[in-house]
């Protein structure tokens, strides 16, 4: 393995350091010895003269961009613009800037939408471009593809050490507990905690249970994004994955045993599905390395202490 890039001492900027992954890579730099830095939340990423004066100010030596305008499923179907422009924006203004300011490594977060529909699972990195992005994502996606290209091609021209991490679905302390728009697991932990309080018999969970989801505790995504500013030699597309996958309804099971409801899990095969399942393939950053230590137990615990320690489930973050 080629010499690993030193952290130590190194002014390091988080783009997005109040949402759930920005929090943790803000403690994983801070741990790793790197002077981390963060811009007031009014600094808005999509304003391409305020990005710049903040970076002539700051000048930091490191990026890891993970702001990002994201959504579920209906939000991306109904706001496609929002999330186009957006996430286009913030990519575009960091990664130029950070290219202009001589920023040493910089890690953009993309999403596994960036792929095909349909790409053979596990999804590997040389899928990427090899066909169009589920349209229900289109707007979110063709941005995180912007912004990988972006990386690529600011590498190709300019000799940035640019790269892009692709994670699987996230969770961990600092998600949203939103019953409504919540990604998976914290709306399986509201769900089952308020079972719980109410004494109830069941909790119900939406579709057929049946579709399998790949999780990733997000402080071992963290990991991985320090790991890449270290190890990323030769840049493009990383996969961050734990090669696992779990069905909704055994998710549901564990979320249920974590949270202490003993009653019946429910499903309901009127509502919808979704996504039948993604996994995507990480061998190319295992071969560098890194690996998740946080099994799906020990996470889900971690995450319901999260949820119990904010009054209001994080809803209003
Ligand atoms: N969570 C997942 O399962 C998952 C999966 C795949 C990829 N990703 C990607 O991973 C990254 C981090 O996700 P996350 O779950 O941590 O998201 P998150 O909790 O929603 O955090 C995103 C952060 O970006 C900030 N932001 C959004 N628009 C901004 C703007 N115009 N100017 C300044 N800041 C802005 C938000 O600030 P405010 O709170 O002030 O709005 C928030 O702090 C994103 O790029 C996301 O697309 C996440």
Not at 9 to 38: P, W
Not at 282 to 304: E, F, I, N, Q, V
Request: charged share 25%; aromatic share 8%; proline share 5%.
């Amino acid at each position: 393995m080629a010499d690993a890039y030193d952290l130590t001492g190194k002014s390091a900027y988080v783009a997005g350091h109040a949402g759930m992954a920005g929090q943790a890579i803000v403690r994983v730099l801070d741990h790793a010895g790197c002077r981390v830095l963060t811009a007031p939340r009014t600094l808005d990423l999509r304003e391409q003269t305020k990005v710049r004066e903040w970076f002539a100010d700051n000048r930091p030596e490191v990026v890891i961009i993970a702001a990002a305008r994201a959504g579920g499923i209906m939000a991306h179907r109904e706001r496609p613009a929002e999330f186009a422009y957006d996430n286009v924006m913030i990519a575009a203004n960091l990664i130029d800037t950070a290219a202009r300011h001589a920023v040493e490594r910089l890690v953009f977060v993309a999403s596994s939408a960036i792929y095909p529909r349909g790409a053979a699972q596990p999804i590997k990195e040389s899928a990427f471009l090899q066909g169009a992005p589920d349209p229900g994502h289109l707007g979110y996606a063709i941005a995180k593809i912007a912004g990988a290209t972006l990386c690529d091609t600011y590498r190709a021209q300019y000799g940035c050490d640019f790269m892009t991490a692709v994670p699987t679905n996230l969770y961990g302390p600092g998600d949203r507990y939103d019953p409504v728009k919540s990604h998976v697991v914290p709306a399986l932990i509201r769900k089952a905690h308020e079972a719980k309080i109410a004494g109830n018999e069941a909790m119900t969970i939406w579709g057929t249970g049946t579709p399998r989801r790949e999780l990733l505790f997000v402080d071992d995504f963290a990991e991985a994004c320090a790991h890449l500013v270290k190890h990323g030699q030769g840049g493009g597309l990383f996969n961050v994955g734990t090669g696992e996958d779990i069905a909704i309804r055994d998710l549901a099971a564990l979320v249920a045993e974590t949270v202490g409801f003993r009653g019946k899990i429910v499903t309901d095969p009127a509502k919808p599905d979704g996504a039948q399942g993604k996994r995507i393939d990480s061998t190319r950053l295992r071969a560098t390395g890194w690996r998740p230590k946080t099994d799906l137990r020990s996470g889900l615990a971690a995450t319901y202490r999260d949820f119990l320690s904010r009054g209001d489930g994080g809803v209003a973050a």
